[in-house]
């Protein structure tokens, strides 16, 4: 179902810049990449999401590759409430959820 | 601005009892998305419906379940004869648009914080 690909866990020290990679290589030319993330078991939160440009907004960057075929999450001074389960969407008709990068950031 | 509401916020059935859980999207918004999550699982996606109408339920299981969004009050989710095996998170999200309604979707979707269901 989900057209992403993603790692499954990654540490980070606290204060250290955060970079989640997502590979879509399959993504159509009009689809869009969303980033949400879901602190232990609370609802799924919006961060993100892009076309083709990168983009920023108060909680993170967005950096997408020339060719569309994948992109990064960047948090740039992570803190230890930012510790949580990270997922890379890529829109179709739904929006499918995979598994994941677990993030965990360290003191 | 109030989000997407789900209550119960938690929900314990006997095996064989009926589970209803409700969802009140966000102001403003006709779409609603329900979610499955399995213990130490990902979200897996159950069905998408408008004001009255059954979008797309592809991820629905074909039996006991059933989903509804009525013209007025919230979206429902209904699980008939609970059995363990339905124990989970279940998430509901609201959109302004469709996801059905563009090719290039460009609105995010909003989730509430789920009901947590416990059969026993």
């Not at chain 1, 997502?22 to 609802?43: A, M």
């Not at chain 1, 939160?45 to 994948?70: C, F, P, V, W």
Request: hydrophobic share 30%; with cysteine.
């Amino acid at each position: 179902d989900a057209k992403t690909t993603q790692p499954t866990s990654m540490d980070c020290a606290e204060g250290r810049a955060a970079n989640l990679p997502c590979n879509h290589s399959t993504i159509s030319g009009n689809e869009y990449v969303y980033w949400y993330r879901q602190i232990h078991s609370q609802g799924p939160q919006y961060i993100i999401h892009g076309l083709k440009n990168n983009e920023t907004n108060e909680m993170a960057s967005l950096i997408i590759t020339e060719d569309r075929k994948s992109s990064t999450l960047i948090l740039p001074h992570a803190t230890l409430r930012d510790t949580a389960v990270y997922y890379c969407i890529v829109s179709g008709n739904q929006f499918y959820f995979g598994t994941g990068t677990s993030l965990t950031v360290i003191p | 601005n109030a989000g997407v509401m789900q209550n119960p916020r938690h929900l314990v059935r006997r095996r064989g009892q009926e589970a209803r859980l409700r969802c009140s999207p966000m102001k403003g918004h006709s779409h609603v998305y329900w979610y499955r999550q399995l213990p130490e699982e990902g979200l897996k996606f159950m069905v998408y419906l408008q004001k009255e109408n059954i979008i797309d339920e592809s991820g629905m299981p074909k039996e006991r379940f059933s989903a509804e969004f009525p013209k007025e009050g919230p979206s429902i989710l209904r699980i008939q004869q609970v059995v363990r095996g339905d124990s989970a998170a279940y998430f509901c999200a609201s959109s302004p648009i469709g996801t059905d309604e563009s090719s290039s979707y460009n609105s995010p979707l909003h989730f509430g914080n789920g009901t947590r269901l416990t059969v026993t």
